[in-house]
């Protein structure tokens, strides 16, 4: 089993930054593609950005150019977040796959932690 738990959410004002962490804990080793995920008050989960066991990463259009995720050795996964706007407002949350490209869904998730963002 792996355990995910995310920090550094809060409430920031629009423009701000926020820098998300993951740490990773278990069987990391069975860990291949790691992603962060949101969902906002009354709409779908919807993936933000992953990074595959090759470092390759995808981001969906909103966050592109403010967003960056990254992580580490020990599997730990960050979501810098930068210029951020009122619409990225919603839980984060951090998942990790046993597939390289996290195409085959994800197989474990931590609990979310929120970001708030005002006008």
């Known amino acids: 089993q792996v355990q995910l738990v995310e920090s550094g959410g809060g409430s920031v004002q629009a423009g701000g930054s926020l820098r998300l962490s993951c740490a990773a804990s278990?069987?990391?080793?069975?860990?291949?593609?790691m992603a962060w995920f949101r969902q906002a008050p009354g709409k779908e989960r919807e993936r933000v950005a992953r990074i595959d066991s090759d470092g390759g990463t995808i981001y969906t259009d909103s966050v592109k150019g403010r967003f960056t995720i990254s992580k580490d050795n020990a599997k730990t996964l960050y979501l810098q977040m930068n210029s951020l706007k009122p619409e990225d407002t919603a839980m984060y949350y951090c998942?990790?796959?046993?597939?390289?490209?996290?195409?085959?869904?994800?197989?474990?998730w931590g609990k979310g932690t929120l970001v708030t963002i005002s006008s």
């Open positions: 998942a990790a796959a046993r597939d390289r490209w996290c195409v085959a869904g994800m197989n474990y």
């Open positions: 278990g069987h990391t080793y069975s860990i291949y593609c």
